[in-house]
């Protein structure tokens, strides 16, 4: 979603043009849950002046409850006025501005997703790359709900990859979601039914690294909000359904220094830069750990298993889908490196972070990867992975916290604060699942023994 620069004077016309009534000032916590604050437009002017405060204490991984104080920094360049009226017995619009949370005395929040995301681009520019780009593929799933609004496990259609109406009886609703997202900026580039039944994907065009994050935040709110319009659920979760394909966030990557595209060489084979082999290299290495942030739930590896398209193995490829990494075909400015196990669950700001640092570790390093992986890795058996020197991507949440507990570099990528409040939460949901009753076991132990 390409803007134009915004200043404080568009903003104050904006208001009184759309006759927006309140005023939405989001952020994203730790655990990736969008969250927001919402004033009356008569606080605009305070809103501008970055003096809107907030308890910090309350959000998941921020501050202890004698730190709660914090403040909202707003982003100019993220203006919007929602394309929605408010339900008030006045008419009127709602108006978002995204916001990077600030301490009382005006520093950057370390706990802050966004400013962190933003200290590892700046990682990469002094290391001579001006932008780090990244095109998102979202996934996800939609479900009926019922009288009373609830949701149901009711998919919405069974249709099939790229099926048309009647069989995706989503289509309109989708039609919708792609005119309200056109109209906020977003540059649409495909949007169809995916595998699974009740399943959906749409992208849109590449963007740096924090205003992508910034879309895919939107997106997800977009999404959900259509949706309940056809009385749907929009979920990306990432495996809602047993026997089916789960869904995927697959991250277009690419590196620029100026107008070039640094992982682009038109002299190399596979017209590939010494960077983009570095930086794959990196992304290889350090897989094992950086999965607990982009695949962050205990239900994240429910869709990590062979056999419904998801990767497993920790391997890259062109044309092969079953490696972790794939280069698309696309040469020039569109050269980039597709990481194919991230799933929309994932905290987008932090999962970029990671990414983009251990890639940038692997260019530090020179590392160069393995070579390519051209057959079906899920027919391999044990000793061929092996003999190929492929892994296997952690089996479940706990699992890659712990790879994650020894990686000091990636937990660099997440600063302290957010390390050790990610790992901490993610443990006690752990502890949680692990202490849970499934139905599975009652399924199959409780007549049994």
């Known amino acids: 979603m390409m803007m134009n620069e915004i200043t404080r ?7 009184k043009k759309e006759n927006v009534r309140f005023l939405r000032l989001m952020f994203t916590d730790i655990l990736g849950i969008i969250k927001n604050v919402e004033v009356p437009v008569s606080q605009i002017e305070k809103v501008l002046d970055g003096k809107m405060m907030f308890d910090g204490s309350s959000i998941e991984g921020f501050v202890r409850i004698h730190e709660s104080d914090m403040y909202l920094k707003p982003d100019l360049e993220t203006w919007l006025v929602f394309p929605w009226e408010v339900e008030t017995t006045k008419s009127g619009r709602v108006a978002r501005l995204i916001c990077d949370i600030v301490n009382p005395d005006g520093s950057p929040f370390s706990g802050d997703p966004r400013t962190n995301l933003k200290r590892m681009m700046k990682e990469a520019k002094e290391m001579g790359f001006t932008s780090f780009n ?13 009288e009373n609004h609830e949701i149901t496990e009711n998919l919405n259609d069974r249709g099939g990859y790229f099926d048309l109406a009647p069989t995706d009886l989503a289509e309109n609703c989708r039609r919708d979601i792609v005119l309200e997202l056109e109209d906020l900026g977003f540059e649409i580039e495909a949007s169809h039914h995916e595998v699974a039944p009740g399943q959906h994907e749409i992208d849109w065009k590449y963007a740096d690294a924090v ?32 026997g089916i394909n789960g869904s995927g966030m697959h991250c277009n ?52 298993v062979p056999g419904y398209e998801a990767p497993v193995y920790i391997a890259w490829s062109g044309s092969n889908r079953t490696p972790m990494i794939r280069i698309p075909a696309s040469r020039g400015l569109s050269t980039r490196l597709e990481v194919r196990s991230v799933d929309p669950t994932a905290n987008p700001y932090l999962a970029l972070a990671v990414m983009l640092k251990a890639g940038l570790d692997g260019v530090k390093n020179e590392w160069m990867p393995p070579e390519e992986t051209c057959d079906n890795i899920y027919e391999m058996n044990d000793y061929e992975l092996e003999e190929h020197g492929i892994r296997s991507l952690p ?6 916290l712990k790879v994650l507990e020894n990686d000091e ?25 692990k202490a849970s009753i499934s139905q599975w076991e009652k399924d199959n132990y409780l007549h049994l023994y």
């Open 395 to 400: 089996t479940s949440l706990y699992s890659a």
């Open 253 to 304: 990557m690419s590196l620029f220094k100026g107008e070039k595209n640094a992982f682009y060489d038109e002299s190399d084979e596979r017209e590939l830069s010494d960077t983009a082999y570095q930086f794959l290299a990196g992304l290889l290495h350090h897989a094992p750990a950086y999965t607990a942030i982009t695949n962050p739930t205990v239900n994240s590896y429910k869709r990590l």
């Open 409 to 433: 570099t990636i937990q660099s990528a997440l600063g302290n604060h957010i390390y050790k409040n990610f790992y901490q939460s993610k443990m006690v949901e752990w502890d949680a699942y």
């Open 9 to 15: 004077e568009k903003i104050v016309a904006d208001v």
């Open 211 to 242: 205003e992508a994050c910034d879309n895919i935040q939107t997106f997800k709110l977009i999404v959900k909000t259509v949706a309940r319009k056809y009385g749907l659920h929009a979920t990306f979760m990432a495996k809602p359904l047993f």
């Open 134 to 146: 990244l095109g998102p593929e979202p996934e996800f799933f939609l479900f009926k709900l019922n």
